[in-house]
């Protein structure tokens, strides 16, 4: 399918944003009850990425096609990193700092080979790991007026290392283009009809696929996007009703979670705004679903797909009726195609029909290039689509 990408490259689009919206909030950087720390509107975050991409290509000489390592947990400053680097071409690799042993952490960059990484806290001695590290807390402190860099005038570069189980045994590095990036966002931002209306809360590390896509997908609809430092079990519902959230992600465990929260509930809901959740990247527990819809009455869509695919390939449409919609929850539905993706059943080259249970492949812009330095790319692709691993079948 031809792909219309919603923006000519990323830093035009910032930059327009920054020119049509200055005074409205985009970034929103918060504490662990959401309470809101410092908040950069659109016109601060054009002017903070031009800082940081004068800081990335005069003083950390970082070229296009050169990998830069983020060791970093979520926080305004990793978005606004990496939405800086692929504005200039630069391919981001993030860590999973909070899971992942020293050991994982060595594998993960030997195999992308990071010239920079930014980190918090000296988390990595640059002996131990053969790179340059630098402390994000550098961000704050840019010196002005920057100077003028060369900003990509498209998006088909490629933008992101992010690692996955994959679909052939071991961890590998998903590759991920920018064009991959806009393309899911503009799915999601179609299918979760997101506004400007709209603030997300990150509730999901931002080293995976779903939250990176997601607030892609609010940025293309210039709505807001607040960053806690992590999700919390005690203080899920004052991080949305402190944070003024309109609708965030989750995964199963959180649904789980948030099922004896009762009281935390009662506590804020004269203050919440939130009007739907999305659930996901995990096989997804249709009796919790159904239970939490039950007793907070907040709408959950279910949606699917893989880092391979950055992000979401099917969803439950929001515009069904309320009888249809029911019926996704109780028969645990991944929903239907999204924009801009094709899936079908397959088993072996065959394409199989209604009700026939297969393989779920996907082709469309949002499929990624394939894995990093790994010889088994041709066992995840078949006659031009993405073999996700996972069982299915459709019905009309």
């Known amino acids: 399918m031809e792909f219309i990408s919603p923006i000519e490259n990323l830093y035009q689009h910032l930059s327009n944003l920054a020119e049509e919206y200055p005074n409205r909030p985009a970034l929103l ?22 800082k940081i991409g004068s800081w990335f290509t005069y003083d950390l000489n970082l070229k296009p096609n050169d990998v ?11 978005l606004l990193v990496s939405w800086t680097a692929w504005s200039l071409g630069i391919i981001t690799a993030p860590l999973d700092v909070r899971r992942d ?3 994982q952490h060595i594998y993960k960059i030997k195999l992308t080979q990071p010239k920079v990484l930014i980190a918090k806290d000296k ?5 131990e790991i053969d790179t340059k590290v630098v402390d994000v807390e550098q961000i704050s402190s840019l010196p002005g007026p920057y100077k003028a860099v060369n900003w990509q005038k498209s998006i088909d570069h490629r933008a992101l290392i992010l690692f996955t189980s994959g679909t052939t045994a071991h961890p590998k590095g998903a590759q991920l283009t920018l064009k991959n990036l806009i393309a899911n966002a503009d799915g999601i931002r179609d299918w979760f009809k997101i506004t400007r209306a709209d603030r997300f809360l990150v509730l999901l590390p931002l080293h995976h696929i779903n939250s990176t896509s997601f607030c892609l997908a609010n940025l293309l609809a210039r709505s807001s996007i607040a960053v806690p430092p992590s999700y919390s079990n005690s203080n899920f519902w004052k991080q949305i009703a ?22 935390e509930f009662d506590n804020t809901k004269g203050r919440l705004k939130i009007n739907r959740i999305q659930i996901g990247s995990a096989p997804v527990v249709a009796s919790d679903v159904k239970k939490f ?16 695919t950055a992000l979401r390939v099917t969803g439950v449409p929001l515009d ?13 539905s991944i929903g239907k195609p999204m924009k801009w993706v094709e899936a079908v059943i397959m088993n072996g080259d065959d394409i199989l029909s209604e009700y026939q249970e297969g393989e779920v492949a996907v082709k469309g812009p949002v499929v990624m290039e394939g894995y990093l330095n790994n010889n088994d790319n ?19």
């Open 101 to 103: 042993s020293f050991k």
């Open 68 to 78: 830069l390592g983020l060791a970093l947990y979520n926080c305004a400053e990793l």
């Open 123 to 127: 988390i990595f001695n640059e002996s």
């Open 378 to 396: 041709h066992e995840v692709f078949k006659n031009g689509y993405f073999l996700t691993g996972d069982v299915g079948y459709y019905k009309l």
């Open 320 to 332: 069904i009726d309320k009888e249809t919609y029911q019926r996704t929850v109780d028969e645990n």
């Open 29 to 50: 950087s918060c504490d662990q009850e959401g309470n809101i720390l410092e908040c950069y509107n659109y016109y601060d975050l054009r002017k903070t990425v031009d």
């Open 293 to 308: 819809i039950e007793q907070y009455k907040i709408p959950v869509y279910q949606g699917y797909g893989q880092t391979e």
């Open 242 to 263: 402190n944070t003024e959230s309109t609708f965030t992600s989750i995964v199963p465990t959180i649904c789980y979670d948030q099922l004896s929260r009762t009281k």
